[in-house]
């Protein structure tokens, strides 16, 4: 296994660093080494209690560590990588290729999975084609759908669903592949941990914009990267606010949306949201690069088709969320509190826990948007969640949550993608309009930047998270 061959070069590496270090030590003269040690007994100690220091307390204190002389004088301490003890490029690298080996390990063995309960066999073909989940011919059940309301592997009624659950949702596989999922997690975020981050200030909450704006400004910013995309970026939400810098890597971009594919096959979506806006927006960063070409990689674009198909591919996944429920609700109130204002000119205060808007609201939006009585009243001040719900057990309250996130991820995307239909009809209607419909257009290569892993998570997804959510739906 890759995973193993990576480890041993990573120990190797490391034992070969200390053994380096230990050998510069014991190379060095007896008084260098001795220096830096604290001397046993009241002899020692040089700690003067309830004196001022001879240099002033107005001096700054030294800096610990090596350092050299700045440009005006001062002292300039040095960056970790170029200390002695900083680790080879082959360590953050094997970290890397080992994160990666474990989350491709995990895609085969749900592929081998799917294959085997297909019935078909993976032959190589003379193009090199590879072969996608979603063009299985002869299978048992037919593969992973796209388009279907229900999801990617169709309706829980269906014969295909509860047969791909029982495989893949088994108790012993679904660890071991959360496993290797999370060793992959691990690896790619002690990778980014080797190069610094430039972040702006904190933005204060008070000023600050909810999730659900911030997922769709991080996926506006992501189709602005495709290649071939004409699309301008979106307007920064914080113009005032600097922009994220990071110390440039060619697999950094890779590794960010790496770990965005293992959060989303964790069903993680909590997580996800923030960890897909920073993403968007260091890769905004890079792209200020001069001297570097676009980033480009094969993860980003599985993410974001995965995305894409899960926004046209599942309904539930695309209703009203809590920040839009409590947005149209705020302006629902606001409605009616300038209509009793045009009858009444006296001033109006509507209770905070009104029963007549509240049960008016709770009949009129469920939790996936359908019509609900049984749901609660949210308020306008608190967007809903399922932390609030007293009657739902832990387990139930985590998927109302995680379904809530998953919906502000793909709500935008959704809105993109009819906006994008909505165009193209008009253009069409206006060719027609114009006595060009006949006119032969001009063929379009149309090559898929992303790989067979994407029908890989979709099926994952579908047999072991999305099921669960469309039971809280």
């Known amino acids: 296994m890759a995973a193993k061959d990576f480890t041993h070069i990573l120990r190797e590496s490391r034992a070969q660093r200390k053994a380096k270090m230990a050998h510069r030590s014991n190379n060095l003269p007896s008084e260098q080494r001795t220096k830096n040690k604290k001397k046993k007994g009241k002899s020692g100690s040089s700690k003067v209690n309830g004196q001022a220091p001879a240099d002033g307390t107005s001096t700054p204190p030294s800096i610990e560590g090596p350092s050299i002389d700045g440009p005006d004088g001062e002292l300039l301490l040095l960056h970790p990588s170029v200390l002695p003890d900083a680790p080879d490029p082959i360590e953050p690298q094997c970290l890397f290729l080992r994160g990666a080996a474990y989350l491709q390990h995990a895609v085969y063995l749900i592929e081998e999975a799917i294959l085997k309960l297909e019935g078909i066999r993976k032959e190589p073909t003379a ?43 088994e108790d012993n596989f679904r660890e071991q592949i959360i496993t290797l999922i999370r060793k992959s997690l691990r690896d790619h975020e002690r990778f980014l941990a080797y190069f610094d981050t430039l972040e702006g200030p904190a933005i204060d909450p008070a000023f600050d914009v909810n999730p659900s704006q ?31 810098f990071t110390t440039y890597h060619p697999l950094l971009v890779e590794s960010h949306f790496s770990i965005l594919i293992c959060l989303i096959m964790l069903g993680d979506f909590p997580s996800l949201l923030p960890a897909f806006y920073r993403a968007a927006m260091l890769v905004d960063g890079l792209e200020g690069y001069p001297v570097f070409l676009p980033p480009r990689s094969m993860a ?41 204002k045009e009858v009444d000119r006296s001033p109006m205060l509507l209770p905070e826990g009104s029963s007549a808007s509240g049960s008016a609201f709770a009949t009129s939006l469920g939790i996936n948007g359908s019509s609900s009585s049984s749901s609660s009243a949210v308020r306008a001040s608190n967007p809903p969640s399922g932390r609030d719900t007293p009657a739902s057990n832990e387990g139930r309250v985590d998927l109302v949550e995680a379904l809530d996130c998953a919906r502000m991820l793909l709500v935008p995307v959704a809105a993109k993608q009819k906006e994008k239909a909505e165009k193209a009809a008009a253009e069409k209607a206006a060719e027609k309009a114009a006595g060009k419909g006949n006119k032969k257009k001009p063929l379009s290569i149309n090559i898929p930047l992303h790989g067979p892993r994407v029908e890989i998570v979709l099926a994952w997804l579908a047999a072991v998270h999305l099921v669960e959510l469309d039971t809280v739906a």
């Open 127 to 169: 193009d090199g084609a590879e072969l996608r989940l979603c063009y299985v011919e002869n299978g048992r059940y037919g593969g992973v759908e796209i388009g279907n309301p229900h999801g990617p592997l169709g309706s829980n009624d269906g014969e295909k669903l509860p047969a791909y659950k029982q495989v893949l949702a």
């Open 300 to 340: 980003q674009a599985e993410f974001i088709e995965i995305l894409e198909r899960l926004a046209g591919g599942w309904r539930n996944g695309i209703q009203p969320h809590s920040m839009v429920r409590s947005t149209s609700f705020a302006l629902e109130v606001a409605s009616r509190s300038a209509k009793a």
């Open 214 to 244: 911030k997922a769709e400004h991080a996926f506006l910013l992501s189709q602005s990267f495709r290649p071939g995309s004409h699309i301008a970026p979106p307007p920064p939400l914080h113009p005032d606010t600097p922009v994220m």
